[in-house]
């Protein structure tokens, strides 16, 4: 596809959608919610085409509020043991 094209169909899609982001901003909520989702960062790094891991986990991928609390429940879990 070339960059027009993909253009084109964007704009489309946000007309008919009412999606308010770039496309740039769907790929770090795709990074973060593969993160959430417990997806492999290796395969995360293979499917949002990164040549590098640290690309994928340093950049792309954030820390949402509910993954805070769930790391934070674990860390409270394994000091009460």
Known sequence: ????????AWQRYVKESGVTITPHQL???????????????KSAQLLLGHS???????IYTHISESRKV????KLNSISKM
Do not use: N, V
């Open 1 to 8: 596809m070339t960059e027009m094209a993909f253009k084109r």
């Open 27 to 41: 790929r770090h909520a795709y990074a973060t919610l593969l993160y959430d989702s417990g997806i492999d960062p």
């Open 52 to 58: 590098d891991y640290k690309t994928t986990m340093d």
């Open 70 to 73: 769930i790391d934070f429940e």
